[in-house]
C-alpha cells in the first residue's frame, strides 16, 4: 500500500520491479521490497518510496 499520492507510472515502476524480484526464486518479500525501492531511487523519483509492503519479510512468493 501507499499513503500519499503517487503517479501511475511510478507505481507501475515499483511494482513492476518489485514482482519480478519477488518471483526470483530465493528471494524474500522483504528483498524484493529493497530492489523495488533501489531501482525506485536510481530512477530518482522518491514518491516511490512511500509504498509499505505489509507482509513477513521472510515470507516468499512460491509458483506452482
Do not use: W
Amino acid at each position: 500500500g501507499v499513503k500519499a499520492a503517487v503517479r501511475d507510472d511510478v507505481a507501475s515502476h515499483f511494482v513492476t520491479s518489485f514482482y519480478a524480484a519477488a518471483f526470483t526464486p530465493g528471494t524474500t518479500i522483504g528483498e524484493a521490497a529493497l530492489v523495488a525501492r533501489r531501482t525506485a531511487l536510481r530512477a530518482g523519483d522518491l514518491s516511490a518510496l512511500a509504498f509499505t509492503v505489509f507482509a513477513n519479510p521472510r515470507a516468499r512468493l512460491v509458483t506452482t
